[in-house]
């Protein structure tokens, strides 16, 4: 009945009505297939991770004591403020700076270039790709250990290279005695052990380029830093940036590292925020102010990141 | 306060005597406390002790096979749950579970963690609630004892003990042609000839308080009033501040390695001894197994710490055994606590080379290890250090300003008067 | 494929080159195999005489008979198995999700996950036992899998959504005009598509969750609970450690980490975007 009240008119709203509603409940679909394919993940992550962190927010907002049934008075933003004035929280944030500005270009170049290099065809790559990845699984104890004896004060093999090979100190060097020569000491530990993490991801995302277009191009006389430029980078550009801002956040957390080699030492020189926060937290038992230290550290690389995460990929839709 | 403490102990130390004397007729609630492995009808259930023994050697392997089963077998009801941590975690597992409520019943503690768990309010006052406290009390090390004392309150007793004695290569000191140095001013004037001769005349892995406490109170300097109230006018007093000068003097005359300003990357201490670099060194009773088994051929030879005005002071380390408030069997966990400090089970552990802090011991502990015997003599006198929460702090202080004066950024008197002004702010807080 | 003297001597540069990478990258394993080999260590030698006078391999004998040392080898692979596996089907599912479909609060949501991966995780461990205690997770081992995939959730999502973006919008749109939904779209699409960066967070969630060690200890108690790197822990002493013991016990942690990786890095084969495309 209602068909023949239709007019022409009428008709054709409804179809276009039609096609309205299909696209509309086909965006609800994919809005609720969205929602269903986060929905577990983000649960278990907003649990373990989530309600922890707020927490240990609101706990950054006490003089807290541990234990519970003692009063834990509220400070508001005590803790913020004293860290902030506190020079050896603000060295710290220097040296992970210093860190990340000496890891992380060095750990994308190095395992780009090493990952360029066991991506095609090469007898023995597998083998390669192995021994490139051992420092990665190695232990951070026994690596640390190695690191501290390779730098130690005497006749090591790092002094050996400054003052036998490269002439530039004329008698051997005290690494861990101060600050800088020990936090390159550390900056290499770290480069050393994050080649291989790099190169990893970097083969996973070399495998995006077509073989065909890598053949192409070289039938066409392009050098490799050519094909490189224009075949294999655009491919990674995303994995490039992935990589980066891993990379930037790992390099201001650096932790285990600087504990097992200098412990902060000597006389917090090389202290990083997260050893400072755990020296805080751990030995001192002040958990409100450890927090503190780490919740501005949190802000300060969130910050940083969000910056190069709209610089690098502002041109691509999330 | 404290006579009334003492005399409550002595008078609940009789009654459960009295009770044992006549526990067949019926003594059921009191009979635990009165006392180790005979008297313990009605004991059940489960203790659970967190410690942090060396897996590798005998020390897990005597607790677990020896100590436990011949306590179980004592106390038929009782499973003891013995859980190694290692050491590294012990402290972070114990606060976690702190703040989680699910301590152990029972905790072999560093000595310098029983007044921070105290101060938490985590541990049993057990001068107040174990009976029998002052009996054992009085079969301890003072030394040792008194690293339990918190705010007037026992809340634990020690289990084990140790102190640092020095150690010397006597081949190096034959080489520089100077005898063992039995006096600071010795060691002091021996050092240029031990220079001369290729070694530093002493060596230490850094300047927190275990390192350097033993120079300012053989000085007969103090860090602190004997209450632990206050550190003006005792670490930065004359004597203290003359100690941490003549380190200080040493160490910028090249006399001490660059080791003690934290330089994670120098000769240790072990290796530096035997190769004779290092003509002397301080260093505790577990280094005899390490050489023994690292460097055979190397003879380990040891003298008490070198005198100064104050005497020969070492500093005393060790564990303490503490018992939760939390816990749910304290009647079971009270009776393991006194097992572990009878004899037998004492001497068993010392035969794994961890030192019994039963005085009564003494005798015997040269025929079971000959090379505790110097460091039951540095025991005598040996202090523990302040027995405060804030301690891990103030070290850490000390170490950084003692540090900065060896570097020569500042003056040890200024040093010191430094780490006074931040350790009374830090004193007061727990006062 | 014709070889020019040219080729040659790129070839042998390509070989010289990465050998020299590999002596620099591999030492540090060297004098760790090396150390394991040597009898009771308790002080670290010279790290430049590499081979032990008198290698033995008294060390791994010892750790492969420690007592129980089998079964907390099992304990540790079976919690890196089971949380590698949720880590995989999570994070490839919300990584699939935020870059390929839209619903409201997904740059909020995206935004949370990134703020995951700046938290040090050290700092939260007294919330998280409190959480593990009243979900009665302590001391357990399944327990320890919630726990293990919430904290490597942000880290894999990030990186698998960098992997996701790079498959072309083209093929989700053909399989979306035949009428195949979101689900399909993902496994049938996606996920073979990105077996290369699946194989990376095998790699990584396996080596992670398998090493993991300052949640392990905090948790668990009971002797026949522990994982490997507890019990690798467990031989360094207070006042001395037996560094051969230590190494040799590492050494053998390796062997299912390093089969792990062999095994997914085949998935590394240039080219697979084609044929997949193809097909």
Redesign the interface.
Same mark, same amino acid.
């Given at each position: 009945m209602t068909v023949t009240s239709q007019t022409p008119s009428a008709a054709v709203r409804a179809a276009a009505e039609g096609w309205r509603r299909a696209s509309s409940s086909r965006a609800r679909r994919t809005a609720l297939a969205g929602w269903l394919f986060v929905l577990p993940g983000f649960a278990v992550y907003g649990l373990v991770m989530l309600y922890p962190a707020v927490q240990t927010v609101l706990l950054s907002l006490q003089d807290w004591t541990i234990v519970p049934g003692q009063e834990s008075p509220w400070v508001g933003l005590a803790n913020y403020a004293e860290a902030l004035q506190d020079p050896v929280f603000l060295r710290s944030l220097v040296n992970a700076a210093a860190y990340t500005a000496f890891t992380v270009p060095l750990q994308v170049v190095i395992g780009l270039f090493l990952a360029v290099l066991l991506d095609g065809y090469l007898p023995g790559r597998v083998l390669f790709r192995v021994l490139f990845y051992l420092p990665v699984v190695s232990s951070w104890v026994v690596v640390s250990l190695l690191f501290r004896y390779i730098f130690a004060s005497d006749d090591s093999l790092a002094n050996s290279v400054v003052v036998n090979l490269l002439h530039l100190s004329g008698s051997n060097v005290a690494w861990f005695q101060q600050r800088w020569t020990a936090m390159l000491a550390i900056a290499l530990l770290g480069t050393w052990k994050g080649i291989g993490w790099s190169m990893l991801i970097f083969l996973a995302a070399l495998t995006a380029v077509p073989v065909e277009l890598k053949e192409a191009a070289a039938l066409d006389g392009a050098g490799a830093v050519r094909r490189f430029r224009y075949v294999s980078l655009p491919a990674i550009r995303s994995a490039l940036s992935v990589v980066f801002i891993l990379l930037f956040i790992g390099g201001f957390n650096v932790f285990i590292s600087v504990q097992l080699m200098t412990g902060g030492g000597p006389s917090n020189a090389t202290q990083v925020p997260l050893t400072y926060m755990y020296q805080q937290a751990f030995d001192f038992l002040d958990f409100s102010y450890g927090s503190a230290v780490s919740f501005i550290l949190t802000g300060t690389v969130l910050a940083l990141s969000a910056l190069q995460y709209w610089w690098t990929r502002r041109r691509e839709a999330l | 306060m404290k006579h009334w403490k003492a005399g409550t102990a002595a008078l609940a130390v009789t009654i459960p005597l009295a009770l044992a004397g006549c526990s067949g007729a019926g003594g059921t609630d009191e009979s635990p406390a009165a006392s180790s492995s005979d008297a313990s009808a009605g004991l059940s259930g489960t203790v659970t002790y967190w410690h942090a023994y060396s897996e590798d050697s005998q020390e897990v392997a005597t607790l677990e096979d020896v100590i436990i089963p011949a306590f179980e077998k004592a106390n038929p009801g009782v499973t003891v749950d013995a859980v190694t941590v290692p050491y590294d975690e012990l402290h972070q597992k114990l606060i976690t579970a702190a703040a989680g409520e699910q301590l152990p019943d029972l905790v072999r503690a560093d000595i310098g963690w029983v007044p921070e768990l105290a101060n938490l309010g985590v541990l049993e006052p057990l001068s107040t609630s174990m009976s029998d406290f002052q009996d054992y009390a009085e079969q301890v090390y003072p030394g040792a004892l008194a690293t339990n004392l918190w705010k007037g309150t026992y809340y634990g007793l020690p289990l084990d003990t140790n102190t640092r004695v020095m150690m010397y290569n006597a081949d190096a000191l034959a080489k520089a042609g100077v005898e063992v140095p039995t006096t600071i001013d010795e060691l002091v004037a021996d050092a240029p000839t031990l220079k001369a001769a290729g070694s530093y005349a002493f060596a230490d892995n850094g300047a927190s308080g275990w390192n350097v406490l033993p120079w300012i109170w053989s000085y007969g300097g103090s860090i602190t009033d004997d209450d632990v109230t206050v550190a003006s006018g005792h670490i930065n007093s004359d004597a203290s501040v003359a100690a941490v000068q003549m380190l200080v003097d040493m160490y910028q005359a090249g006399y001490i390695p660059s080791i003690i300003v934290g330089d994670s990357g120098g000769l240790a201490t072990s290796d530096g001894l035997v190769s004779g670099d290092y003509a002397t060194i301080l260093d505790g009773p577990w280094m005899f197994p390490i050489y023994q088994s690292q460097y055979p051929d190397f003879e380990l030879n040891t003298a008490q710490m070198p005198a100064g005005d104050g005497g020969s002071i070492s500093v005393v380390g060790g564990e303490d055994i503490v018992m939760t408030s939390t816990s749910q069997n304290k009647e079971a966990a009270m009776a393991f606590l006194r097992y572990l400090l009878s004899e037998d089970a004492q001497l068993a552990m010392a035969k794994t080379g961890q030192m019994p802090v039963l005085s009564s011991l003494t005798d015997q502990l040269t025929a079971i290890n000959d090379y505790f015997g110097p460091f039951v003599e540095q025991l005598a006198t040996a202090k523990p250090r302040p027995v405060t929460p804030a301690w891990n702090e103030i070290n850490t202080i000390l170490q950084d300003q003692i540090q900065s004066a060896m570097r020569g950024d500042v003056s040890v008197k200024d040093a010191l008067d430094s780490v006074a002004t931040q350790a009374d702010a830090l004193l007061a807080q727990y006062s | 494929m014709r070889r020019t003297p040219r080729d040659r001597l790129l070839l042998a540069l390509?070989y010289l080159?990465?050998g020299a990478?590999?002596v620099?990258? =591999?030492y @540090?394993?060297a004098?760790?195999v090396s150390t394991s080999l040597k009898s009771?260590? &308790?002080?670290?030698s010279? @790290?430049?005489r590499l081979w032990p006078d008198e290698p033995t391999l008294d060390n791994y004998r010892q750790v492969l008979t420690a007592e129980h040392f089998p079964r907390y080898a099992l304990n540790s692979a079976l919690v890196a198995v089971a949380s590698t596996m949720l880590i995989v089907l999570?994070?490839s599912?919300?990584a699939?999700?935020?870059?390929r479909?839209?619903? @409201?609060?997904?740059?909020v949501?995206?935004a949370?996950? =990134?703020?995951?991966?700046?938290?040090?995780?050290?700092?939260?461990?007294? @919330?998280?036992?409190?959480?593990a205690?009243d979900l009665h997770l302590?001391n357990s081992l399944p327990g320890l899998v919630?726990?293990y995939?919430?904290?490597a959730?942000?880290?894999n999502?990030?990186?698998l959504s960098?992997?996701f973006?790079?498959i072309p919008r083209e093929l989700d749109e053909a399989m979306m005009i035949d009428g195949a939904?979101?689900?399909r779209r993902?496994w049938n699409l996606a996920m073979p598509l990105a077996k290369?960066?699946l194989?990376?967070v095998v790699?990584?969630s396996f080596?992670g969750t398998w090493?993991e060690y300052?949640w392990a200890?905090?948790v668990l108690?009971?002797?026949d609970k522990r994982t490997l790197p507890?019990a690798?822990?467990?031989?360094?002493?207070?006042?001395?450690?037996?560094?051969g013991? =230590?190494?040799a016990a590492?050494i053998i942690a390796?062997v299912p =980490?390093?089969a792990i &990786?062999?095994t997914f890095?085949r998935?590394?084969?240039?080219?697979?975007?084609?044929g997949a495309v193809k097909s």
């Open positions: - | - | 390509r080159f990465l990478c590999a620099v990258m =591999v @540090p394993f004098y760790m009771r260590t &308790y002080v670290l010279d @790290p430049t999570l994070s599912m919300m699939y999700a935020f870059s479909l839209r619903f @409201p609060g997904r740059r949501l995206f949370l996950i =990134v703020v995951g991966l700046t938290i040090p995780t050290m700092m939260l461990i007294i @919330p998280q036992f409190l959480l205690r302590l919630p726990f995939v919430g904290t959730l942000a880290f999502t990030f990186l960098g992997f973006e790079q939904g979101a689900w993902y290369p960066a194989g990376t790699i990584f080596l090493d300052a200890v905090t108690n009971d002797t507890i690798i822990a467990l031989f360094q002493g207070q006042h001395s450690t037996s560094w013991l =230590v190494f590492s390796l =980490v390093i &990786y062999l890095q998935y590394f084969v240039a080219g697979l975007t084609t």
